[in-house]
DNA sequence: ATCGGTACCTGCACGC
DNA sequence: TGCGTGCAGGTACCGA
């Protein structure tokens, strides 16, 4: 296993480079690998040049450095992208951003991520759904209401939320006390309530933690996150629920391996 | 429009 | 030691 940006991640990265990045001019870019560009690599190098970087914040799963002029770049980690200052570019390194001081690294080795330069938010990521540690009850509620779809797939549509992936979707269903195959559109007011709160609540103490790490997932500064020591179910496949000490199991939803008490959480 | 299934990559753990 | 298999937290795309 390597290592994993959903929301709190990506939260915790775009913390640590934002004191380290902000002010820094781009002197130059260079683009090793077309693969995980949205773009041509002379011109997104060309685009970059000579830009200063204004902020870092991130959107959903997106990290986004803007730029003099109001430019963008857009970065989505994948699975196992990693942005790293100062490091010594490697075997998997796909960018690198010579900055007025210090150097800006994309290292990634799925090749799963995706760079892209423009004048705003790329479509595709704009018409994503909304935070979920923003959304409203009423609407956060009403949204599933409109959805046949199993709950686990449900949270990992970044149409519907964005930022929960595999991980703090199975948290929250454990601690919302729902069945990752429960429908959608079927689950009643206070068990949607609940599972409003679980979300809000796992993702806060995942930010708190400064993200989940399960082998050797390091932020931009080189420190691991803590909580994966508070996982309850993600990745402990046939080990006692920390409730009742039923054996956690493990299906496939979606193509997602997904983890749950079958005790705790009913349909 | 909305759903599930598949493809895209590399590396690691595990059983034989 | 090597080899085959299954697994990995991501999205995009396809057809039903």
């Known amino acids: 296993m390597e290592d994993m940006p959903e929301l709190p991640e990506v939260e915790t990265i775009a913390r640590a480079l934002a004191p380290r990045l902000t002010g820094r001019r781009i002197a130059s870019a260079e683009f090793r690998c077309p693969r995980i560009l949205l773009g041509d690599a002379d011109q997104m190098a060309e685009a970059l040049a000579g830009r200063k970087i204004t902020g870092i914040r991130r959107h959903g799963k997106f990290l986004v450095i803007e730029l003099s002029g109001g430019r963008l770049f857009t ?41 892209e330069v423009g004048d705003g938010l790329p479509a595709r990521v ?16 009403a949204a599933l209401h409109r959805r046949k779809t199993r709950l686990k797939a449900l949270l990992l549509n970044q149409r519907f939320v964005r930022g929960v992936g595999n991980i703090y979707a199975d948290e929250a269903l454990f601690r919302a006390g729902i069945h990752p195959l429960a429908i959608a559109s079927r689950l009643r007011r206070d068990r949607a309530q609940r599972l409003h709160q679980a979300i809000t609540t796992v993702l806060a103490e995942a930010i708190e933690g400064r993200g989940s790490s399960v082998s050797n997932y390091v932020d931009a500064d080189g420190r691991k996150g803590s909580f994966q020591l508070s996982h309850r179910v993600y990745q ?18 979606a193509q997602r391996s997904t983890h749950f008490c079958p005790k705790c959480q009913k349909r």
């Not at 075997?91 to 990634?108: E, Q």
């Not at 920390?242 to 496939?252: D, H, K, N």
């Open 236 to 253: 402990r496949t046939d080990q006692p629920c920390l409730v009742c000490g039923t054996r956690i199991r493990r299906i496939l939803v």
């Open 126 to 141: 704009a018409k994503l759904g909304p935070e979920p540690l923003e959304i409203e009850l009423a609407l956060f509620t």
């Open 75 to 115: 970065v989505h980690l994948g699975m196992t992208g990693k942005l790293l200052m100062d490091g010594t570019p490697g075997k998997h390194t796909h960018a690198i951003l010579t900055l007025d001081r210090g150097v800006l690294l994309y290292d990634d080795i799925r090749q799963f991520g995706r760079l």
